[in-house]
């Protein structure tokens, strides 16, 4: 009897750590969870997931449901990033940013895997850790990255398109990263931008060109756009990503890339 009575007084606190756990379960964003003050801690072989509407506070950025086919409710990369991987892999990490001004290596710099790229531990403090990231947690970033911009352009529907300034079928922006639709207004813009009107809405087609364009971007003043070689803010093809008026660096892009774990939390 008396160690019967010791049970029952246990008995709700054992309910409470039980309750807490499950409530916990429930609501962290990561398939390794573990509970940490004010942030989830992703252990070096997790693979954030991307927040959706359910998982944030209120007035919180979130990604569309249809953006899991970067990252995957498991924590998987999902085809979208796949492309995204492929392409950075693509590319020679011996190339160096001088010698990407000539036209034969520029298809071959490898920009996304720059140690020193700017904006991302100076402002606007895209990703303090950034220099710290080995090869694999550079890439995933990338993914959640590209995955933001897709959720503010298209919200990841990679048949969005559209009306264009004057209603022209051929004016009008379309797929994953609004890119023109008529040839010859990309075609410079990338060796993967000179596809035809028919691909537009090809996935694939439209990462590597939306990854050339942002590649051209990182080189900076090295680039075609003559650039500060930042991702924002700067004179970017996509206006969201552009420097402008009472407005924060980064729009509704910046706010969820800032969502990437990695950058401010433990690696």
Known sequence: ????????????????????????????????????????????????????????????????????????????????????????????????????????????????MKGDLPGMVNIPNICPNWKLFKKEKKILFWVWTFASMANAESSCNSNAETSGSTGEATERSSGLYQLNKLRANRKWRGVNCKFSEEEIFNPKVNTFCALDIMSEQLLGKHGMYNANGKIYPTNSYWKKLRVRRGRKPGGSIGKLMKKFPFCRGPL
Request: aromatic share 12%; charged share 30%; hydrophobic share 30%.
């Open 1 to 112: 009897m008396k160690y019967l009575g010791a049970l029952l007084l246990l008995l709700p606190n054992l309910l409470r750590a039980q309750h807490l756990e499950k409530h916990i379960e429930q609501f962290s964003l990561f398939s390794n969870r573990q509970w940490q003050t004010d942030y989830i801690v992703c252990s070096n072989d997790t693979i954030p997931v991307l927040p959706l509407k359910k998982d944030v506070e209120k007035d919180e950025p979130y990604f569309d449901p249809r953006c899991k086919k970067f990252i995957n409710t498991s924590g998987e990369i999902g085809p979208y990033g796949k492309y995204i991987e492929e392409y950075i892999e693509s590319k020679n990490p011996e190339i160096n940013s001088e010698e990407a001004k000539k036209d034969d290596n520029k298809k071959l710099y490898n920009a996304f």
